[in-house]
């Protein structure tokens, strides 16, 4: 046992993905530690502490690991939750992750290894500066209008950020500095997320570094945005790739960019992006990936699966976002059929379907959950793409009860895909390869792209 304000020293015995802490143990009592990494000797003050484990944070690091590396970014320890791994070897991050994925994947999805091809974990060819979209977050701290990100576990606050290492550096300087400069010259106040209260809440940018194109969005509380046509042309002056600027008014209590109304003050609502040899148009709420170099091989590994599973006529796109996996195999196949819930990522990916001249891909609005229940698809494969969350029990059971030959299983969540694996396995389906791709580096996160057939 011990006791809040306790201070230890200990060896670190392992490193938890997703959570990003150290363990230590006193006494068999479990501690968990941020910014501590496997075999490191540190001295550590006990923080909180619950009834069978505890927390802590780190004094002095006495031997560090040969895998700590002094992280990048200026703001990384003033604790910045956009990048909690930037204190470890790229290198290292991608095999603590490749072991975490295969470990979730043998406790939760109850899968025996030994009959699954692992195929590989592709790491990022950039370590930094990958991404093409970030939602940065105003507040305010003793009147000061800050914007940023939220620290880890602190919805409430935000890091006043200079620069972001995980955009192109320089767009992320330029914009940070005059969206905050406008906010300030205009006293309109943060939004805080506590008292429900306050005007700027998010900057919303995407960036394609394949077309140059770039899409912003600030979100507000229902407000008109003063001098808009100045703001405006110190936009198209300093940001001559500017497709279109948005003002997203939320007036949601929720803690999430919501697009309760879209006024679009200039140029469109979309940006477009390439991946090989296709063109994609993504609206400013649609999903899309946001490692826009990766992706490209994500797809093409979905693609190759489905290439495995012999002639296919008809595949189901589920999930389908603006079409970027159905898109990728229409060459291969007879038919796709894409569903997605969000209306304008149904556009988007009807669109894209005519811009590319895949002239047998459909997406159809709705859910699901709802569509699967209430239509007859003779399918030969089904992709799955969902959110976060992974599939509701009676998707599986629906996907099931269609009967194909293959499943590919497209996460961004190995824990509830394999959670997901294990309800598959049950339906008579078997996992057999099965890749990873580091789409977020400087994150516990990555992707993971299955392949599951009927036995
Ligand atoms: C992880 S994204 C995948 C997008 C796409 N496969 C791609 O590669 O760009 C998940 C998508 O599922 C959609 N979605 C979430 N829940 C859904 C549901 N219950 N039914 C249909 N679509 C849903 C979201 O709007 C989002 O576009």
Redesign the pocket.
């Known amino acids: 046992m011990v006791c809040k304000g306790d201070v230890i020293e200990g060896k670190v015995l392992d490193f938890a993905l997703p959570e990003c802490h150290g363990v230590l143990k006193k006494n068999s009592f479990v501690i968990f530690v941020p910014l501590v990494l496997k075999d490191e000797l540190c001295r550590v003050e006990i923080t909180k502490v619950k009834k069978s484990f505890a927390f802590g944070r780190t004094l002095e690091v006495l031997e560090g690991s040969p895998y700590r590396v002094t992280p990048s970014c200026p703001h990384f320890h003033e604790g910045c939750g956009g990048c909690q791994l930037q204190f470890i070897a790229y290198d290292e991050q991608v095999r603590l992750k490749k072991e975490h994925a295969l470990s979730v994947l043998e406790r939760i999805g109850r899968v025996d290894l030994r009959g699954v091809l692992f195929e590989d974990f592709i790491p990022s060819p950039q370590a930094l500066g990958y991404r093409n979209k970030m939602e940065f977050t105003f507040g305010e701290r003793n009147g000061e209008l800050l914007l940023g990100l939220r620290p880890a576990n602190r919805f409430w606050d935000v890091v006043d950020l200079k620069t972001c290492l995980l955009l192109r550096q320089d767009l992320a300087e330029r914009l940070l500095s005059v969206f905050r400069e406008y906010g300030k010259r205009y006293n309109i106040p943060g939004y805080d997320p506590v008292q429900k209260t306050g005007v700027l809440r998010n900057l919303l940018v995407r960036y394609s570094g394949t077309t140059g194109d770039l899409l912003l969005g600030l979100a507000t509380t229902r407000f008109e945005l003063p001098e808009k046509d100045s703001l405006l042309g110190t936009l198209r002056e300093l940001f001559p790739g500017l497709r279109g600027f948005i003002h997203i008014v939320n007036d949601s209590p929720a803690n999430a960019l919501i697009f309760e109304e879209k006024r679009v003050l200039w140029g469109e609502p979309y940006l477009f992006e390439r991946i090989d040899n296709l063109t994609f148009r993504v609206s400013v709420e649609s999903?899309?990936?946001v490692h826009s170099t990766l992706c490209g091989a994500l797809y093409r590994k979905v693609r190759e699966y489905l290439l495995m599973s012999g002639p296919v006529s008809l595949v189901l796109d589920l999930?389908?976002?603006?079409g970027?996996?159905g898109l990728f195999v229409a060459d291969t196949v007879e038919k796709v059929v894409g569903?997605?819930?969000?209306p304008r990522?149904v556009e988007d990916a009807n669109e894209n379907a005519r811009r590319n001249n895949c002239l047998n891909f459909t997406c159809i609005p709705g859910?699901?959950?709802k569509l699967l229940a209430s239509s007859r698809f003779h399918v030969d494969a089904v992709i799955v793409?969902?959110?976060r969350a992974g599939l509701d029990k009676k998707v599986v059971q629906r996907v099931a009860a269609l009967s194909p030959r293959t499943v590919i299983y497209v996460s961004?969540n190995v824990g509830t895909f394999a959670r997901d694996v294990a309800l598959f396995q049950e339906r008579g389906y078997t996992l057999l390869r099965v890749s990873f791709f580091d789409l977020f580096p400087q994150t516990p996160h990555f992707e993971t792209v299955a392949l599951l057939v009927r036995d």
């Open positions: 999903f899309f990936q999930y389908c976002g603006g970027g996996i569903i997605e819930e969000n990522a859910r699901v959950e793409d969902p959110p961004c």
